[in-house]
């Protein structure tokens, strides 16, 4: 009897020693188990497969998680990240970030970009086109969320479509004189080399985002991220 009873002793020990040991720490064990399948969303864009995905592969990497990449459109990738089925997007204008959503941004930002008018040589290439009922318009989706204007606003005729590379083979290919796409800047030089006349038309600063039952990560994340920019800068 007096074996049984110290036996028993000992499992309550040790059920409050877990208890309390448990309590102190909540957030890292939530954390721990909420970060093993850690899904980013991607769009399909060159600058971001050559440069922003590996970027914040290696600023996740450095924190201790190892993440998943999986390819989504625009507004596809928006709607999985604040619905939760996604855990963050490698790069996006800052503007999907809303009072009424559960997405937020990981300062700092990765860059600076905007949506550009695109015009195939020879064509009309000004500000007015996008008011001009005889030209259509190739965009990519989000493109009026990210213009800040609604489609009753602009007078030409705009026809969406979810993949950047589609938009500008539709381009090149000569199905549309024009296109507005999002870029930082960094594909200036490919589109002078294809001919291709652009301005730009609003402007925004590129940055990652995470849905918000991740928000304990940021300053861990925001250090690395930072880091990681650091580190491109000193290789450029």
């Known amino acids: 009897m007096k074996k ?4 028993v002793n000992k499992s309550i020990s040790l059920f409050y020693f877990c208890l309390s040991f448990s309590l102190l720490l909540p957030s890292c064990a ?3 188990d909420s970060e093993q399948n850690f899904i980013i969303g991607e769009l399909n864009h060159p600058r971001v497969n050559r440069f922003y995905k590996p970027l914040i592969q290696r600023a996740y990497r450095d924190i ?3 993440v998943t990449f999986e390819k989504v459109g625009g507004e596809r990738g ?3 990240l604040n619905e939760g089925m996604t855990d963050a997007d490698v790069i996006r204008y800052d503007v999907v970030s809303q009072p009424d959503n559960n997405i937020i941004i990981v300062p700092p930002a990765l860059s600076h970009g905007a949506s550009f008018l695109l015009c195939i040589r020879g064509a009309q290439c000004d500000k007015s086109v996008i008011q001009n009922p005889t030209k259509a318009i190739a965009v990519t989706t989000r493109f009026f969320f990210n213009m800040h204007v609604s489609p009753e606003e602009l007078n030409a005729n705009i026809f969406e479509f979810d993949d950047f590379n589609h ?3 539709l381009l090149l ?3 549309f004189d024009y ?3 999002p870029s930082d800047y960094s594909e200036k030089a490919i589109f002078e080399q294809s001919g291709i006349e652009y301005i730009p038309l609003v402007e925004h600063e590129l940055v990652h985002v995470i849905h918000k ?3 304990h990560l940021i300053d861990r994340l925001s250090a690395s991220i930072e880091n990681q920019l650091d580190l491109a800068r000193s290789n450029n």
């Open 179 to 181: 296109a507005i796409l």
């Open 30 to 32: 939530f954390a721990q």
């Open 167 to 169: 938009v500008i083979n």
């Open 64 to 66: 201790g998680i190892a």
């Open 173 to 175: 290919n000569g199905r």
């Open 213 to 215: 039952k991740h928000a």
């Open 4 to 7: 049984v009873l110290v036996l």
């Open 78 to 80: 928006l709607r999985l």
